[in-house]
């Protein structure tokens, strides 16, 4: 019964290869997020998508790209991967009765090298 | 500005209270967010307050939120060991459902 799911839970790859991580929310929600968290933890917020239209989309590379197939899913695509790349990366969704409030999944660890 | 500033670390003793504070700077929001991280887990919503409100209470957790000066805090009383973790202080931007998250605080609750 898992709400937010994410694959896979830790990738190590090598600079310049080009790498999918998938998320998954079971929850019904309309809107879905990828954050990077950093090795300080600071959490960034780099996409969001609303009914599988893009609505965020912050100051990040072009290498980055997601892809909603639709509402319950929302798969992060990285071209060309750099080592500062290396981060956890957060799929989250909303949608509920709270506004503001987010389910994340567990997280991606991303290790370049 | 959309700066959310919380200090890094925070260490009590099991049994007492731990105040978690943070600052930030635009003051259009509507609520304010408190999320826990736990060791290799997402953050999970804890708690939040309306901009209009002063205090919010839920069991263990006290939110108490001057608007003038900008500053929220979170008070968990009779910290335990389970409630170490580290706490987001949050805001929301605009319309998009966009949270501006502070750097964290991690909590460190000793025996």
């Known amino acids: 019964d898992t709400a937010v799911s994410q694959t896979p839970k830790y990738l190590v790859t090598q600079m310049g290869n080009d790498k999918s991580i998938k998320c998954e929310q079971n929850l019904g929600h309309d809107t879905m997020y990828w954050y990077k968290q950093d090795s300080k933890k600071f959490l960034k917020i780099m996409f969001s998508?609303?009914?599988?239209?893009?609505?965020i989309n912050e100051t990040v590379p072009n290498r980055f790209s997601p892809k909603s197939p639709d509402k319950a899913h929302l798969n992060l695509h990285i071209n060309s991967l750099e080592l500062g790349d290396s981060a956890v990366y957060f799929c989250?969704?909303?949608?509920?009765?709270?506004?503001?409030?987010?389910?994340f999944g567990p997280g991606t660890r991303l290790t370049v090298t | 500005g959309e700066d959310v500033e919380q200090s890094l670390f925070l260490s009590v003793r099991e049994g007492d209270s731990s105040v978690i504070n943070c600052t930030y700077t635009?003051?259009?929001?509507?609520?304010l967010y408190w999320y826990k991280q736990e060791p290799g887990a997402g953050l999970q919503l804890l708690t939040y307050?309306?901009?209009?409100?002063d205090m919010k209470q839920d069991q263990r957790l006290t939110v108490l939120l001057n608007k003038k000066d900008k500053h929220l805090s979170l008070r968990i009383a009779d910290t335990q060991t389970g409630d170490s973790a580290i706490y987001f202080c949050?805001?929301?931007?605009?319309?998009?459902?966009?949270?501006?998250f502070g750097q964290g605080t991690t909590l460190q609750v000793k025996p």
């Open positions: 998508y609303n009914n599988k239209e893009l609505i």
């Open positions: 307050i309306f901009s209009n409100m």
């Open positions: 635009d003051s259009s929001s509507t609520y």
């Open positions: 989250a969704s909303s949608g509920g009765q709270v506004r503001g409030e987010q389910y």
């Open positions: 949050a805001h929301g931007s605009g319309n998009t459902g966009k949270l501006i």
